[in-house]
T-cell receptor
Framework: NAGVTQTPKFRVLKTGQSMTLLCAQD?????MYWYRQDPGMGLRLIHYSVGEGTTAKGEVPDGYNVSRLKKQNFLLGLESAAPSQTSVYFC???????????FGPGTRLLVL | SQQGEEDPQALSIQEGENATMNCSYK?????LQWYRQNSGRGLVHLILIRSNEREKHSGRLRVTLDTSKKSSSLLITASRAADTASYFCATDNYGQNFVFGPGTRLSVLP
């Protein structure tokens, strides 16, 4: 099993550009999450999904959109990137609320 | 504000010594989990302790939970250089999503 994978590993964007981060999991987990991690801070939840076709806002959703068209995939979109979105983005999945979360390796995003 | 707060922010010890990290939280929890993050990598789950448990062991890890003080501690015994990482606590507030603390950076010197 590959677990949780993220694509791409690293990306540089110019302000105003758009991009999509892809997360895939092969563990048949219902729940999937997108977090961002900034220096000196813990992970902050952006959006999450409790099943195929569902999405919900987390702590810091502004400027991001998500989609869960397939159970194994969770996409995070930035429509118009801003320097404040420079961060490391982590995807995670779990079998349910309060259960162990399994994390991907992260995507490092730099917005100039 | 963040639910979990780890203390200390950074810890440096010699190989073979024990490392203790603490986590404090603010509201009632269902369970508390500890995760490790090696530099440049994703988080890896270490241990979960439920609100009705007081202590849990896993290999060289020992976790305690004091719900009256709203705090937890992670003890790593006989530390190794490979234990160098950041350690995070995450609290599950009865169905709400996890809240991660800012983490403790542990350096184990050979």
């Amino acid at each position: 099993n590959a677990g949780v994978t993220q694509t791409p590993k690293f990306r540089v964007l110019k302000t105003g550009q758009s991009m999509t981060l892809l997360c895939a999991q092969d563990m048949n987990h219902e729940y999937m999450y997108w977090y961002r991690q900034d220096p000196g801070m813990g992970l902050r939840l952006i959006h999450y999904s409790v099943g195929e076709g569902t999405t919900a806002k987390g702590e810091v959703p502004d400027g991001y959109n998500v989609s869960r068209l397939k159970k194994q995939n969770f996409l995070l979109g930035l429509e118009s990137a801003a320097p404040s979105q420079t961060s490391v983005y982590f995807c995670a999945s779990s079998t349910g609320t309060g259960r162990t979360q399994y994390f991907g390796p992260g995507t490092r995003l730099l917005v100039l | 504000s963040q639910q979990g707060e780890e203390d200390p922010q950074a810890l440096s010890i010699q190989e073979g010594e024990n490392a203790t990290m603490n986590c404090s939280y603010k509201t009632s929890i269902n369970n508390l989990q500890w995760y490790r993050q090696n530099s440049g990598r994703g988080l890896v789950h270490l241990i979960l302790i439920r609100s009705n448990e007081r202590e849990k062991h896993s290999g060289r890890l020992r976790v305690t939970l004091d719900t009256s003080k709203k705090s937890s501690s992670l003890l790593i015994t006989a530390s190794r250089a490979a234990d160098t990482a950041s350690y995070f606590c995450a609290t599950d507030n009865y169905g709400q999503n996890f809240v991660f603390g800012p983490g403790t950076r542990l350096s184990v010197l050979p």
